[in-house]
C-alpha cells in the first residue's frame, strides 16, 4: 500500500487531533527554546543561589528527570510556578514566520483540534498568532491547566483531557503530534495514534508514525 493510502487510512477514524506547541506548530530552527533554556538558568540561578553552572545542571537533570525543570523546582525546592512561567515564557518570537499552509491543513482537519504545552496557555496563544495560527484550535491547554503536572505524566493527561470532555473512549478516536518522545508513550497508552515530529526517527513501541515536516504530514491526511 502507497505510504499516503496507509497514514490517510491509519487516521481515518481520528476526530481529535491533539498537538504539542513547542518544535512541534513550529520547526526547531526558530530555536525558541534557546532562549527559554536560558531564562530557565537565571531563574534557578535566583530562586536557589546557585553559580551558572550548576544551575544549568539542575535544569537538564530536573527535565530528564521529571519530564520539565519547572516539575522538579517544585518538587525537591517548592518554587512557586507563577512567577517562574511568566519570566521564562518573556521570549522573542521575531523568528516565527506565518505558516499558510499549515493553517489550511489544520482548518481541514474533521472534527476537533487542540492545543496541550508543558508552557502555558497566554505563551502559546502568542506563538500561534506569529505562526498563522490564531483562533483556528478549539482550545488550547497549559501545564496550568493541568495542575502544573508535566507530561509525560498520566495524571497530567488525564486532567487536561478531562477538561475537554476527552474520555477513554474517546481517545481511541484521537491523536497525538508531539516532539518529545517521552510525551507519546502515555496518548499509545491510552489508544491514540502518536506522531513523533523531529528531525530523525525513533524506533519505539509507543511511535506509530515519524515525521520531519508537519505539514508535509498533515497533506497526505486532508
Known sequence: MPKQSFAKQSFAHV???????????????????????????????????????EADRLRKLYWAKYGTTLAGLMREHDVDPGPYLDQVHDISLDHLTPDLKLAALIRALPGRAIVYTNGTAPYAERVLQARGLGGLFDAVYGVEQAGFLPKPERAAFEKVFALDGIDGVDTARAAMFEDDERNLAVPHAMGMQTVHVAPEPLKAAHIHHHTDNLTAFLARLV
Open 15 to 53: 476526530s481529535t487531533w491533539v498537538f504539542d506547541l513547542d518544535n512541534t506548530l513550529y520547526p526547531p530552527s526558530a530555536r525558541l527554546f534557546d532562549q527559554i533554556e536560558v531564562l530557565m538558568t537565571c531563574y534557578v540561578m535566583q530562586a536557589l543561589g546557585v553559580p551558572r553552572a
